[in-house]
């Protein structure tokens, strides 16, 4: 895979929601999907199973699925304790020519990932989209 289109999902429910754009957009410009997880505050703090669930889980299976069904490549990965400086490596290392991330990620900036998010999409080294 040669470009990516790198969707951040922390988990919350308009993440899940907004996967579709990403996958659209992976779609639109033949590129690979590359879902990145990062754990919620409250998870990067503790190290239970129910964290590594969450991290660890059979996402697998569910990227097969989607690549099979849209015709793209989608692989994924987590980063249990994301820093903004970890996320724009990332998108250098792995060759990401778009990022796409939730709007509900970037709202609360009481939130720990709000605020990173919100850093990191300021900063971000590729073009941005944020779905509704």
């Not at 895979?1 to 033949?30: C, P, Q, W, Y």
């Not at 015709?71 to 020519?97: D, M, N, Y």
């Not at 850093?119 to 941005?128: M, W």
């Amino acid at each position: 895979m040669s470009e990516l289109v790198l969707f951040v999902h922390d988990g919350s429910t308009l993440a899940d929601k907004a996967i579709e754009v990403a996958i659209n957009l992976a779609r639109e410009r033949s590129k690979g999907l590359y879902i990145l997880a990062i754990a919620p505050l409250d998870a990067q703090a503790t190290n239970s199973s129910k964290q590594r669930a969450f991290i660890q889980s059979d996402d697998l299976a569910e990227f097969a699925e989607l690549s099979r069904k849209f015709g793209i490549e989608v692989v994924g990965g987590h980063i249990v304790q994301p820093t903004e400086s970890a996320l724009r490596s990332f998108v250098k290392s792995h060759h990401v020519a778009h990022v796409v991330m939730a709007s509900d990620q970037l709202v609360d900036g009481s939130k720990h990932n709000g605020r990173l998010l919100s850093a990191f999409a300021r900063n971000c080294p590729v073009p941005i989209s944020i779905a509704p």
